[in-house]
């Protein structure tokens, strides 16, 4: 079965500092991986996604991601915080060929950014 | 732009009431998927839908039910609210092919049950 771990279910930075968010997944085969944004009050936005292309993944916002196979691993990382990046983000796994799209989430990490 | 809209943003319920949640999406994607999200759990899904009139469990159905009549509309349904029911639930849909696709997601409806 398939699964993801994300590290840290809190991270804070300074604003200005790198943000560095870890996801791990579990699987047998070869993986899509996504990474939501969810801010308060709010439903869960696209970050950015790997389905098998480029390994590092650019998104919005600033956001990007590197896809290591041999570490299971997916960290989300931007190299200065803004207090606008503060949000709860999610990572998610699901399957080429596994249909439906369904998607497996991790728990969230909390992004806080102090001035 | 996919645009997913969920009928109530907060609700309030009573135990023992009957609850429907709707979710409506304008791009005619084939898939629909109803979760839930309480903190430090992160979204479980409850059900899913491929196709109108079809639905398959996710992985916490109990309590709950789907329907799904035409493409663009799913409902979740709590036939019997209970307190352990609170929680904010989160409609989400994606195209259905190929596998792997993006799920698009509502605002959320944020449900108190007393």
């Known amino acids: 079965a398939q699964s993801v771990t994300q590290l840290g279910s809190h991270v804070s930075v300074s604003e200005g500092a790198l943000v560095l968010l870890r996801c791990n997944y579990s699987s047998s085969v070869p993986p899509y991986l996504f990474w939501y944004v969810q801010y308060p009050n709010q439903g869960l936005q696209l970050l950015l996604k790997?389905?098998?292309?480029?390994?590092l993944v650019k998104g919005i916002n600033g956001f990007e991601a590197e896809f290591k196979k041999s570490e299971t691993s997916f960290h989300l990382t931007k190299p200065s915080a803004h207090m606008r990046d503060a949000a709860e983000y999610f990572c998610?796994?699901?399957?080429?060929?596994?249909?439906?799209?369904?998607?497996?989430f991790g728990k969230g990490t909390m992004l806080l950014v102090s001035p | 732009d996919v645009k997913v809209t969920q009928s109530s943003r907060y609700l309030v319920k009573r135990t023992g009431e009957k609850v429907f949640l709707e979710c409506v999406q304008d791009?005619?994607?084939?898939?629909m998927f109803w979760y839930r999200q309480d903190p430090g759990l992160g979204l479980r899904l409850i059900y899913f839908?491929?196709?109108?009139?079809?639905?398959e469990k996710g992985d916490i159905p109990e309590g709950y039910s789907v329907s799904r009549e035409k493409k663009e509309r799913f409902s979740l349904i709590l036939e019997s609210a209970s307190t352990n029911q609170t929680s904010m639930y989160l409609c989400?849909?994606?195209?259905?092919?190929?596998?792997?696709?993006?799920?698009?997601f509502g605002p959320g409806t944020r449900l108190l049950v007393l």
């Open positions: 791009m005619d994607h084939e898939n």
């Open positions: 790997y389905t098998s292309a480029a390994t």
């Open positions: 989400a849909t994606a195209p259905g092919t190929p596998s792997g696709q993006t799920q698009y």
């Open positions: 839908s491929y196709d109108v009139k079809m639905k």
């Open positions: 998610a796994v699901t399957f080429p060929g596994s249909g439906y799209s369904t998607l497996t």
